[in-house]
């Protein structure tokens, strides 16, 4: 389950920026500005690709994490 999260996360992630550079490309008219917005924006990319997939190693070493256990309430009659 947390892999399938992750993949969602990246996922959305992808299409967002996907729509981003599609937005610039039709935004932007130089073609020298278009590669720079185009260039920070695939830096940017990747940059929180490598912080989804850390968060993600992390998720899988850490035990205990993102597990769901059920206790039941005996509080009341």
Not at 11 to 24: D, M, N, P
């Amino acid at each position: 389950m947390i892999t399938l999260h992750f993949l969602k996360t990246w996922l959305k992630t992808t299409a967002g920026f996907g729509l981003v550079l599609l937005a610039e490309y039709v935004l932007i008219a130089g073609f020298w500005l278009f590669l720079l917005a185009a260039g920070l924006t695939v830096v940017v990319y990747l940059v929180v690709t490598a912080l989804i997939v850390g968060e993600w190693r992390h998720a899988r070493q850490t035990p205990g994490a993102y597990h769901y256990a059920f206790i039941r309430d005996t509080t009341h009659d």
